[in-house]
């Protein structure tokens, strides 16, 4: 069964380090989103890629993340400087067009502590 | 602001028993619904989606939609200790010409044997 792939796992970094975080999308899926969510919270939408372009990155703290899906597959998610705050679960997901319908499958995530 | 709600629990419900999950939204135009189980610190995983009003049933899961007063609920039937989870409520909405969605809490379940 196709899966949405993520690395690393979990991340241990100390504040004003940079991070980043790979994701790689079900085969043939246009639309992927990365989300952050906090312990007790629902997922908070951070970027959403229609193949390689940004529709949607209102919530994206642009002062100090980014975020790129060059060729329109896999994405990467970066952090620089990381600060006390960003600890989270970061997680990638995908769906095939970004249509009302559409199931956005999720990554297993990975989880981010910040000393 | 489009919002979804959802009671945070913890919901304790006996084994064997059916569990009630609710949901609201704000929306009045809002058109299909998910329901994600995520289990402590893994990623939402998709039980059933609904677009139409009614029930509509997955083995053990019935989610039932009602737009005119813009709830959502999910039952569990015979419930298992391996249903304890927290179940998140997600509707897809446009923004600025994109389907997105908006999450809910959570609300946290917890089946005693």
């Known amino acids: 069964e196709a899966e949405v792939a993520q690395s690393p796992r979990y991340k241990i970094t100390e504040k004003s380090q940079a991070v980043a975080f790979w994701c790689d999308p079900i085969?043939?899926?246009?639309?992927l989103y990365w989300y952050r969510q906090i312990l007790g919270q629902g997922p908070e939408l951070l970027v959403q890629f229609q193949d390689e372009s940004v529709v949607d990155d209102s919530q994206l703290p642009k002062d100090r993340f980014s975020a790129e899906r060059l060729k329109g597959v896999d994405s990467t998610l970066k952090i620089q400087p990381a600060e006390l705050g960003d600890s989270a679960m970061y997680l990638c997901?995908?769906?095939?067009?970004?249509?009302?319908?559409?199931?956005?499958?999720f990554g297993p995530g990975t989880r981010l502590l910040v000393l | 602001q489009k919002e979804v709600e959802q009671n945070s629990g913890p919901l304790s419900v006996p084994e064997g028993a059916i569990a009630s999950l609710n949901c609201t939204y704000s929306d009045r135009g809002s058109q299909s619904f998910f329901w994600y189980r995520q289990y402590s610190g893994k990623s939402p995983e998709l039980i059933m989606f609904?677009?139409s009003n009614g029930d509509k049933e997955d083995g053990r899961f019935t989610a039932q939609l009602n737009k005119a007063s813009q709830y959502v609920s999910l039952l569990i039937r015979d419930s298992q200790p391996s249903d304890s989870a927290t179940y998140l409520c997600a509707v897809n909405e446009i923004m600025d010409s994109n389907y997105q969605l908006i999450w809910g809490a959570g609300t946290k379940l917890i089946i005693k044997p």
């Open positions: 609904i677009y």
């Open positions: 085969s043939g899926h246009a639309t």
């Open positions: 997901a995908s769906s095939p067009g970004g249509g009302l319908q559409e199931t956005q499958y």
